[in-house]
């Protein structure tokens, strides 16, 4: 349970170090933002195909695999489908708007409740390299969040410190849904392998829907391959150095 907590905070606290940057510049290039994105996205598919489904399917078998990652990817699709993607760079006339502040938050809020709930269903697996590899997939996904917020709160006129708070506050519910996640899968019998698979769908949605489009939509699709790339290894390493 301890190094559910410690993971899952490590996961969640990553949206904090997203608004870091923000600190000291105000504005990154769409260049550093597509080979970022791009990363993330590496990231994730390496932990959900070399990680959760394999772990997913020696717990469980091919049934809950296939029905855990279907689940998985059609919740995912229906917050998409209900909480709007603002363009924050692009969107004019968004320092007047708080209720659109208020959206973007809420939509942070609902969106950390899969990712957490990946995270202690991934602890709670009797694989013990997993818990780790999973919240850096989603510490490495929160990231980038937190530098979208930070933009789109300091576009609001928000000062630095409270952005901070907005996204620390953002990941709390994530660590919340963790802690739900660990002892659901820990106390109710086969749901650990369920469960895998639902991580691996949301984050395979996550990228396919949301972070390769965003890091092919500037211009700098080769570098971004790249990085891709280099995630998806960063990742083998990780679960390597794990065992």
């Known amino acids: 349970m301890a190094a559910a907590l410690l993971g899952s905070f490590c996961s969640a606290m990553a949206t904090v170090l997203g608004v870091i940057p923000i600190l000291f510049v105000k504005r990154l290039s769409e260049l550093w933002k597509d080979v970022l994105v791009a990363f993330t996205a590496g990231i ?5 195909t070399f990680g959760l489904m394999p772990q997913a399917l020696r717990e469980s078998g091919m049934i809950a695999l296939t ?15 209900h909480i709007p993607h603002i363009d924050v760079e692009n969107k004019p006339g968004l320092s007047n708007l708080d209720s659109k502040a208020l959206l973007v938050m809420i939509a942070l809020f609902i969106h950390n409740i899969p990712e957490g709930l990946s995270t202690g269903f991934s ?36 000062t630095r410190r409270k952005a901070l708070i907005i996204a620390a506050l953002t990941g709390l519910m994530e660590m919340v849904s963790a802690v739900i996640g660990y002892f659901t ?8 392998g369920y469960g895998l698979a639902f991580a691996a769908g949301a984050m395979l949605f996550i990228v396919y829907k949301e972070l390769i ?17 280099f995630g998806l290894l960063a990742m083998v390493y990780i679960t390597l150095f794990f065992g």
Request: hydrophobic fraction near 45%; avoid cysteine.
């Open 44 to 48: 994730m598919v390496s932990a959900s």
């Open 67 to 81: 029905l855990g990652l279907v689940t998985g990817v059609l919740l995912l699709d229906l917050i998409e489908s």
């Open 123 to 158: 602890y709670a697996s009797e694989q013990t390299s997993l818990g780790p590899m999973v919240a850096i997939a989603i510490g490495a996904q929160n990231m980038p969040e937190g530098l979208i917020l930070a933009v789109f709160l300091m576009n609001a006129r928000a």
């Open 185 to 192: 899968a820990s106390y109710v019998q086969n749901v650990v």
């Open 213 to 229: 489009p965003e890091s092919h939509g500037h211009g700098y699709e080769r570098p971004s391959t790249y990085s891709f790339i």
